[in-house]
C-alpha cells in the first residue's frame, strides 16, 4: 500500500482497468448464474421425482465451460473480442463472423463496473477495506442485472456478501464494528422479513422474494444497522418511481410485479460512499429547521 502514498494515481489507474476487466467477466456471470441455477433446480426435480417426466440437464455448463460463442452463428469468442469495451469498439457492435449485432449492454456494464470502481478508487483512501469494496461493487452489479432479467437474487452472491462482511468485520478490516455489522445483517433480514409477511396476511399475495432480505441482509452486514433506514428510504421511493416507469412502459399493470434488488442495490452503494455526509447534511437541515 506505501506504493499507493507516493503514487496517488496508481489505485485509481489499476481499480479502474481492473474494474473494465472484471466488468467483462459480470457479462458471463449474469448470463450464466441464471442457467446453472436452473439447471441444478431440474437435476433435483429429476433426482427427487423421478415420474415427473423433466429432462436432465446434458454436458458440462458453468462459467468457464462452454466457451463463449456468438448465439446466431455459435462460432466462438476470440481472445481478441473480449477486450473490455475496445473490441466492442473494434467490432462496431458485430460479430466478426456473421455480423449479428452485439448487445450494447456488453459495453455499458463493463464501462459502470469500471467507473463504479474509479469513484471508490477516488473517493476513498488505498486500503484492503476499499479494495474489499470493490468486490463488494461487483456483487452489486452482478445481483443488480441478474435481478432485472429474471427476478432473481442468488444465494450464490447474496450469502457470501453477507458473510464476507461480517468477516472483515470480525477481523478488524472493515470500520464497521462486529457488533454492528451482526445486527445489521440480522435486523436487514428481520426487516424485510416482516414487511413480506404483514403484506401477506393482509393481501394474501407475495409483495417481494426472499432474496430482496438476504441482500438487504448483506448491506446491513457491511455498513452496519444505522445505515439501514436509510437505504430502505431511498431503494423504496428510487424503486416506487422506477418501477412504475417501467411497468408503464412494459404496459403492464400496477399489480404486477417489477424486482427490488436493484433499488436496494443502488441504494446501499450510494451508503456505502456518501452515506455520513447525506446523513451529516440531514441533520443540519433538521437543526437548521
Known sequence: MELFIYYPWLFPLLATVFGLIVGSFLNVVIHRLPIMMEREWRQECVENFPNSHIEAPTGVFNLSVPRSRCPHCQTQIRVIDNIPVISWL??????????????????????????????????LPADYYSIALL????????????????????????????????????????????????IGAMAGYLCLWSVYWGFKLLTKKEGMGYGDFKLLAALGAWLGWQYLPMII??????????????????????????????????????????????????????LGA
Open 90 to 123: 473494434l467490432l462496431r457492435g458485430k460479430c466478426h463472423q456473421c455480423k449479428s449485432n452485439i448487445s450494447v449492454r456488453y459495453p455499458l456494464i463493463e464501462l459502470l463496473t469500471g467507473g463504479l470502481c474509479l469513484l471508490i478508487s477516488t473517493s
Open 135 to 182: 468486490f463488494f461493487t461487483f456483487v452489486l452489479v452482478a445481483a443488480t442485472f441478474i435481478d432485472l432479467d429474471t427476478m432473481l437474487l442468488p444465494d450464490q452472491l447474496t450469502l457470501p456478501l453477507m458473510w464476507s462482511g461480517i468477516a472483515l468485520a470480525l477481523f478488524g478490516i472493515s470500520p464497521i464494528s462486529l457488533q454492528d455489522s451482526i
Open 233 to 286: 428510504l431511498m431503494s423504496s421511493l428510487v424503486g416506487l418511481v422506477f418501477g412504475l416507469i417501467q411497468l408503464r412502459l412494459q404496459r403492464k399493470g400496477i399489480d404486477k410485479a417489477f424486482p427490488f434488488g436493484p433499488y436496494l442495490a443502488i441504494a446501499g452503494w450510494i451508503a456505502m460512499l456518501w452515506g455520513e455526509q447525506i446523513l451529516y447534511s440531514y441533520y443540519r437541515f433538521l
